[in-house]
T-cell receptor, first 110, second 118 residues
Framework: GIQVEQSPPDLILQEGANSTLRCNFS?????LQWFHQNPWGQLINLFY???GTKQNGRLSATTVATERYSLLYISSSQTTDSGVYFC????????????FGSGTQLTVLP | NAGVTQTPKFQVLKTGQSMTLQCAQD?????MYWYRQDPGMGLRLIYY???????DKGEVPNGYNVSRLNKREFSLRLESAAPSQTSVYFC?????????????????FGNGTRLTVT
């Protein structure tokens, strides 16, 4: 099946810093989703991004499907950005089944 | 809007006991899903229901059953709980994908159920 790799696995930032999280996938996909799991365990959908770039406040995401990667940018990070960031892509042959990466654990220090 | 609501939030079972996790969504979504999240294993799909009246196995269906009660509700049942089923369970929903293009749509999660089987 499709492989999804996220990097870095862990990231520690000072409040106000910028960061880039990466998601590589092993096969062509027609969409990709980014999620944030906060320290209380809630999973929030950040972006549904088949290709191109989307922005939502301080967060933006870019997917380059032809090169099989997506990037999540966090600017001017805040302590509330802490948590785990997951990317997910559809499994081959089943658009409804997503394969999740193992996540990037982000800690933003005050 | 409440979004996706799961009950209970926490549950402790003894090996062999049964229980049903409840899930309801108020977004008029067609598709609903059950995932489990384990340390080091990420999120894995247990079962899903593409539309009312249909259910399909996901990646790790063994030991579970599901019921799509109506468009809003999708329950997960453990008939005989085992310690290996200790996990955090998430229900999720999405609009049905466009069949022609195969695109799925944004996935929205409930707040999870933390289950411990002793």
């Amino acid at each position: 099946g499709i492989q999804v790799e996220q990097s870095p696995p862990d990231l520690i930032l000072q409040e106000g810093a910028n960061s880039t999280l990466r998601c590589n996938f092993s096969d062509s996909v027609n969409n990709l989703q980014w999620f944030h799991q906060n320290p209380w365990g809630q999973l929030i959908n950040l972006f549904y991004i088949p290709s191109g770039t989307k922005q939502n406040g301080r967060l933006s995401a870019t997917t380059v499907a032809t090169e099989r990667y997506s990037l999540l940018y966090i600017s001017s990070s805040q302590t509330t950005d802490s948590g785990v960031y997951f990317c997910a892509v559809p499994r081959a042959g089943s658009a409804r089944q997503l394969t999740f990466g193992s996540g990037t654990q982000l800690t933003v220090l005050p | 809007n409440a979004g996706v609501t799961q009950t209970p939030k926490f549950q402790v079972l003894k090996t062999g006991q049964s229980m049903t996790l409840q899930c309801a969504q108020d977004m008029n979504h067609n598709s609903m899903y059950w995932y489990r999240q384990d340390p080091g294993m990420g999120l894995r799909l247990i079962y899903y229901s593409a539309s009312e009246g249909t259910t399909d196995k996901g990646e790790v269906p063994n030991g579970y059953n599901v019921s799509r009660l109506n468009k809003r509700e999708f329950s997960l049942r453990l008939e005989s709980a085992a310690p290996s089923q200790t996990s955090v369970y998430f229900c999720a929903s999405s609009e049905a994908p466009a069949f022609r293009t195969g695109h799925n749509s944004p996935l929205h999660f409930g707040n999870g159920t933390r289950l411990t089987v002793t």
